[in-house]
């Protein structure tokens, strides 16, 4: 199923989703270059919510730029298989080789605010994340690595622990406890 099909048949799970699905669409209705960072007022994205088999530990990259404990993600860059950007930034920024997607359909939608910062020695522009997030599992055993580049750690973090380890409200709020609340929403914990 194309990515546009796969966020319109997306059923939202609260009011956050519902207005962002939404804003989504519309953007990729009216920008044709949408999966590009190219738009500098916003773009495609994909994340990971990538849980072990017990279904009780998360896997989190300590990012740089946002100075937190967060999921793992990145950019489409041209990409229109979010599904296959998901997993190849699980694999860079973490190291592990065994994560697998749980199911190929949209686990999260989310509009995500990216404060200017500096990246490469150049100045990016406040923009937003349109971004879908995928639900994944992989082996907490597997060897960790730090993708020096874009994070300082990799770290399996119980799934409260993951609330209380990142620093930006906002996403523990609205993001990683909804994310959270789902995964025992459909009995997967």
């Known amino acids: 199923m194309d990515i546009r099909e796969a966020i319109a048949a997306y059923s939202p799970f609260n009011a956050q ?24 007022i916003a773009h495609m994205t994909a994340s990971a919510w990538v849980v072990n088999p017990a279904r009780d530990r998360v896997l989190m990259v300590y990012h740089k730029i946002y100075d937190s404990w967060s999921w793992t993600g990145g950019h489409a860059d041209g990409e229109e298989d979010l599904a296959a ?52 599992e992989a082996d907490d055993s597997d060897p960790l690595t730090v993708c020096e580049e ?21 996403f523990v709020q609205r993001i990683y406890r909804k994310l959270n609340d789902k995964l025992r929403a459909a009995r997967l914990v």
Do not use: Q
């Open 150 to 170: 874009e994070n300082s750690g990799v770290r399996w973090f119980t799934l409260d622990g993951a609330l209380e380890a990142s620093t930006e409200p906002w």
């Open 85 to 136: 950007v998901a997993l190849r930034e699980v694999r860079e920024e973490t190291g592990v080789r065994s994560a697998r997607l749980l199911s190929e359909e949209i686990f999260s939608l989310e509009s995500l605010t990216v404060d200017g910062h500096e990246k490469h020695g150049e100045y990016v522009s406040s923009h937003l994340h349109l971004n879908v997030t995928y639900l994944m």
């Open 17 to 40: 989703e519902a207005a962002d699905k939404a804003l989504i669409l519309a953007f990729l209705r009216e920008n044709p270059d949408a999966f590009c960072r190219t738009n500098r």
